[in-house]
């Protein structure tokens, strides 16, 4: 996974005007891309995705619901962290900043999901299989998620291509991101935008083994499983 492992380092050479951002601007820019993340589109698009069940009935979990949910729990987690281990003279912002980062995460993470629950990633990834790997398939993936991701999902060995949530999520994410940030004149560095990626892919242990080096990356990473588990189980029983 990518080098690069906390909120220091995703505002790294981020700057306005050639300068870098003060940390009220950074929590400013957080704030209004939290706003902006859970009123668009891509969130709206996955409230009438389930979570599971492959329809929409007795209440069950939705993809939205869920997302929403696991960025709240993402932003406690994060400021859980880094307060237990900030020694900064700024440590409330510092907090703050790391539970805002964690939250645009959380909304992020699951923009890729398909309808139809996992059934739905699942029938996507069989037509998927029909089509080689090509090289030029391989190399798009390596510009997309990074190369230590690629060669830890095995990219040199594969034959045939995949569908994968985490890596939709991971590109619909960044774009947001990078589209945001074009519009508040903010330059983001390439190391800003592969924490998120990052930040995106490892919330799927079953695709990334390793545990990312961020805090806010670890935090959504956590509060998707202390979402997803309870509510899958109360789906569950919402079903008879």
């Known amino acids: 996974m990518s080098e690069v492992a906390t909120k220091e380092d995703f505002f790294a050479d981020v700057t306005r005007n050639g300068q870098p951002l003060?940390?009220?601007?950074?929590?400013?820019?957080?704030?209004?891309?939290?706003?902006?993340?859970?009123?668009?589109?891509?969130?709206?698009?996955i409230h009438f995705?389930?979570?599971?069940?492959?329809?929409?009935?007795?209440?069950?979990?939705?993809?939205?619901?869920?997302?929403?949910?696991?960025?709240?729990?993402?932003?406690?987690?994060?400021?859980?962290?880094?307060?237990?281990?900030?020694?900064?003279?700024?440590?409330?912002n510092e907090i703050k900043l790391a539970g805002l980062l964690s939250k645009a995460l959380g909304y992020m993470h699951d923009l890729g999901h398909t309808p139809f629950g996992h059934d739905g990633e699942g029938a996507l990834g069989t037509e998927m299989e029909r089509f080689d790997a090509t090289d030029d398939y391989k190399n798009k993936r390596k510009e997309l998620f990074g190369?230590?991701?690629?060669?830890?999902?095995?990219?040199?060995?594969?034959?045939?291509?995949?569908?994968?949530?985490n890596e939709t999520s991971s590109f619909i994410g960044a774009s947001l991101l990078k589209e945001f940030a074009r519009k508040k004149e903010i330059k983001l560095s390439d190391g800003a935008v592969q924490y998120i990626k990052t930040g995106i892919l490892a919330h799927s242990t079953s695709r990334v083994e390793k545990e990312p080096n961020g805090n806010e990356q670890k935090a959504v990473r956590l509060a998707d499983k202390v979402a997803y588990i309870p509510q899958d189980l109360l789906d569950l029983l919402k079903q008879g």
């Open 22 to 45: 003060t940390m009220q601007e950074k929590i400013e820019f957080l704030e209004k891309l939290n706003a902006k993340l859970l009123t668009s589109s891509e969130l709206a698009k």
């Open 49 to 92: 995705n389930t979570q599971v069940y492959n329809v929409i009935e007795n209440s069950v979990t939705t993809r939205g619901g869920h997302s929403e949910g696991v960025a709240n729990t993402a932003q406690v987690l994060a400021e859980t962290f880094v307060g237990r281990n900030s020694k900064s003279a700024d440590r409330a």
């Open 147 to 165: 190369e230590d991701y690629t060669k830890a999902a095995g990219d040199t060995e594969v034959e045939v291509m995949c569908y994968e949530h």
